[in-house]
C-alpha cells in the first residue's frame, strides 16, 4: 500500500506564489508517475500537472502552463508543485496521485487527502 501525504497549502493573494509537497510512502511504493490534481467547490476534479517517474517528463493543464511547476525530489519519492502568479480560479483543494502516466483520473492508483489553497485579497 502506499500513502501519500501533500502540504504546503495555504491563503495567498492574487499573483503571490505557494510550494506544494507530496510526500509518498510505502513498502511497495516503486516507480509510480505522479501527479496533482484539483477539485473546485462544486466543480469536478481537474487534472494540473504530471511527471514521470524514469524521465522526469512533464505535461500541465493549459490554465496552469507558465505558472506551475511540477518536479520531483531526488529520492524520486516526493514531489512538489510551484505554483506561482495565482489567481483567483486556483483555489481549490489539490491532490497528490501516484499511478499511471496520463491526465485522467483513472490513470492513477493511489491518492492523498489533499491540501487547501485559497488565494483571496
Known amino acids: 500500500q502506499v500513502q501519500l501525504v501533500e502540504s504546503g497549502g495555504g491563503l495567498v493573494q492574487p499573483g503571490g506564489s505557494l510550494r506544494l509537497s507530496c510526500a509518498a510512502s510505502?513498502?511497495?511504493?516503486?516507480?509510480?508517475?505522479m501527479g496533482w490534481f484539483r477539485q473546485a467547490p462544486g466543480k469536478e476534479r481537474e487534472f494540473v500537472a504530471a511527471?514521470?517517474?524514469?524521465?522526469?517528463?512533464?505535461a500541465y493543464a493549459d490554465s496552469v502552463k507558465g505558472r506551475f511547476t511540477i518536479s520531483r525530489g531526488n529520492a524520486k519519492n516526493t514531489a512538489y508543485l510551484q505554483m506561482n502568479s495565482l489567481k483567483l480560479e486556483d483555489t481549490a483543494v489539490y491532490y497528490c496521485a501516484a499511478g499511471d502516466w496520463g491526465t485522467s483520473l483513472d490513470s492513477y492508483d493511489y491518492w492523498g487527502q489533499g491540501t487547501q489553497v485559497t488565494v483571496s485579497s
Open positions: 510505502g513498502r511497495t511504493f516503486g516507480s509510480y508517475n
Open positions: 511527471i514521470t517517474w524514469f524521465t522526469g517528463t512533464t
